[in-house]
């Protein structure tokens, strides 16, 4: 992991078009604006855990659904 120090009003600069500037620092809370072309997704850690929790179990099938289609696979025979 690289580690920067920035001040209130600092930035860091992204692969020439993302750039992330530090707007308020406040205890323990850092407040960063972020400018991102469009079709760059940028979600909160959690958020982004949750949405690959949430892929992974619909792209899984579930045991009832695949033990069902077994058993048609089998009668078929």
């Known amino acids: 992991m690289l580690v920067l ?18 707007l308020s620092v406040e205890g323990d809370v850092v407040k960063v604006g972020i400018n991102a072309p469009k079709h760059v997704d940028i979600f909160r ?3 982004y855990i949750s949405i690959k929790e949430a892929n992974k179990e619909s792209a899984a099938p579930a045991p009832t659904n695949l033990d069902a289609l077994m058993e048609r ?5």
């Open 5 to 22: 120090t920035r001040k209130k009003g600092e930035s860091i600069i992204v692969q020439d078009n993302i750039e992330i500037t530090i």
């Open 45 to 47: 850690e959690e958020v």
């Open 73 to 77: 696979l089998r009668k078929q025979k």
